[in-house]
């Protein structure tokens, strides 16, 4: 294991909240989501889950909020546990979309293979292979996070997930690409809502970081093996490529580390054999990204000189 070995991490954190939290509203907030527009927009958290299993927190890091497309981290990671003979990669890509996460155009173009699993229509598929041995997904996915967390504080956000279902016609519209091209097992409808559903998980800045540091950790979760060290690597690859959508290229120019974001403001950055870093902050970016999250990482990884190059 390795120390962290930058400026004392508690002060540091306390600053960066101070720095960052933001003053007054900016920002907007998912259109489809209509019960993440009632979070307070000065809501912000950062905490850093140690390899050698200290945890560090600022600010709103004991609030739970929706983890969103973070999720698209985890089900991955439990897919690919499943996936020994690699047939998953036939069915998803692993290259950068440049464009929105929800976005359709590409889907046709690439005659139903989504360009990564990280944007929606990628994680999608992930979801429904993973409703292959698990019919109900979503609740596997919130069992292995609070697996990881080693706490019972992770929950669905059922009123989240009901209001979100009602207005999931883009991504209806992506599950019934998917079928149409043969690249969906189970019905549209029913891996839609395990989607929302796992997508809907309430998580607090430090169980998130928590459950994040296998990844750091070259697979090797609070209790156990998670991964490979090659997946952990691979799933790392892919965060750094695709975990920003269309701001992949500049977050790694600003932060240069792999990261996943999520519509509910949070952001999981991995700092390889290190540490996991979660902030939250819920006022978005036009890409979907938080805005005051991406300042705080750009700042965070300056101040220590975390990065992976
Ligand atoms: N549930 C959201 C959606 O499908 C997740 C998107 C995100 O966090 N980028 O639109």
């Known amino acids: ?7 004392p991490l508690g002060p540091m954190l306390d600053d960066i909240v101070r720095s960052h939290r933001p003053p007054r509203e900016a920002g907007s907030v998912p259109a489809n989501i209509p019960s993440l527009a009632a979070v307070p927009f000065s809501r912000f958290g950062i905490a850093v889950a140690t390899a050698a299993g200290e945890i560090f927190t600022s600010g709103d890091a004991d609030v739970p909020f929706s983890i969103q497309s973070i999720s698209k981290v985890f089900t991955l990671a439990m897919a690919l546990r499943r996936d020994s003979s690699g047939a998953l990669w036939s069915r998803v890509l692993r290259e950068p979309s440049g464009s929105a996460f929800n976005s359709l155009v590409q889907l046709e173009v690439e005659h139903g293979i989504p360009r990564n699993p990280f944007i929606n229509a990628g994680a999608l598929v992930v979801t429904d292979r993973l409703m292959e041995e698990t019919p109900d ?21 059922e009123a989240a ?18 079928k149409d091209f043969g690249n969906l097992r189970q019905s549209a409808e029913a891996v839609v809502e395990n989607y929302v559903r796992q997508c809907s998980i309430m998580m607090t800045c430090a169980e998130l970081a928590k459950a994040g540091l296998f990844l750091a950790r070259e697979g090797r979760g609070t209790s156990g093996t998670v991964v490979s060290r090659s997946e952990a690597k691979r799933i790392g690859s892919i965060m750094l490529t695709c975990g920003m959508y269309d701001a992949a290229g500049e977050f790694a120019y600003r932060v240069g580390l792999p990261g996943k974001s999520g519509v509910g403001g949070g952001i999981l950055v991995i700092v390889p054999g290190h540490c996991a870093i979660s902030v939250w902050s819920p ?11 991406s300042a705080a990482l750009a700042d965070l ?6 990065s992976v190059f």
């Open 283 to 293: 006022r978005l970016d036009a890409k979907g990204n938080s805005l005051a999250g």
């Open 137 to 157: 997904a979503a609740t596997a996915v919130l069992r292995f996070l609070t697996g990881q967390t080693g706490e019972p504080g992770p929950f669905i956000d």
């Open 301 to 306: 990884s300056d101040r220590t000189g975390w």
């Open 1 to 7: 294991t390795t120390t962290i070995d930058a400026p």
């Open 161 to 178: 997930a009901v209001s979100e279902l009602s207005n999931s016609s883009r991504n209806l519209a992506l599950a019934h690409f998917l």
